[in-house]
């Protein structure tokens, strides 16, 4: 399922040819002449969601061509390669995580081990390179390569804060800038590159893709807390119980002093995997409007990534942007 279905008919025909293809490319890079391997990466097709990032470069594509629909060979090869980048990062986190549900069915590692799930993440981003390499231009590997170099850097900066309960709004938004955003604005500035696009408006680009991509992990962070496991697909609470503080605990933090945040402090020290403790926190956040506070954080980041799109020409594809990005806001999975 689409992060926002198109309201344009021909555009969304056109749209959905194009992932038909990067889906072609994607299982053609993967396939193996071993059968648990393809039964692997036939079980991470479950987790084909949103397709946010190869959706950007798709929709950003047709936004910045000359006839407003052009999509090229290349602009499908890179949207499999950062589909490919993304699944091994999820696969990845739900080692991290202990996780045992992604997409409404078992994880990787829930139903192989943490081995198989490490190895498998591993394929996935080799299979990335290797498809870049066989790309006409180099300029894919350099970003990419860059742009991973960074998630991984993110990750390993979140690792580092676990349990710091003195983390700042500053260095969490480092954090997702790293882990999550980057990836959303490489796949936007490097689509506008592969179109020929001055430097400017793929910088422009860059900015509406990485704004979207705080935008839509500061909600997912949102949804962590205050989701349903069944609506969302995922197992839930898995931040608060591993220590990592997200935007609408670090403002909650902020705004509470004397007993109730001593009170708050001596249940993020306690055993966070306590259904009553975890209700407390929630109890907490609600009082002291966290979500709202963090809702309104990434309003704001939507509407800089839609100015973002004032270089581009008007055109359905130009539409579709802007209409992903207010998808941000409103989403429930």
Known sequence: MLLVAPQDSAISERLGEELDQVQKLFAQELSSSLDCVNDLVTHIEQYRGKMLRPTLV???????SSDGAKVTHAHQQLAAVVEMVHMATLVHDDVLDEAAVRRGGRTVNGLRGNEAAVMLGDYLISHAY???SHMDSPLASRVVSASTNQVCAGELHQLANRENWELDQETYYQIIRDKTACLCGTCCSLAALFNDLSADVADEMYIYGEKLGLAFQIIDDVLD???SEDT???TLGLDLRKGKLTLPLIYLLQQVDGDTGQE???LLESSRESDSTIARIRELIDKHDAVAYATN???GLVDRAKQSLGSLPQS???DLLSQMANAVLTRKF
């Open 316 to 318: 359905p594809a130009h």
């Open 225 to 227: 807390l205050t989701g």
């Open 232 to 234: 969302v697909g995922k």
């Open 130 to 132: 290797h498809l870049c």
């Open 58 to 64: 798709l929709v950003t594509a047709m936004a910045t």
């Open 297 to 299: 954080a990434a309003q």
């Open 264 to 266: 708050l402090r001596v």
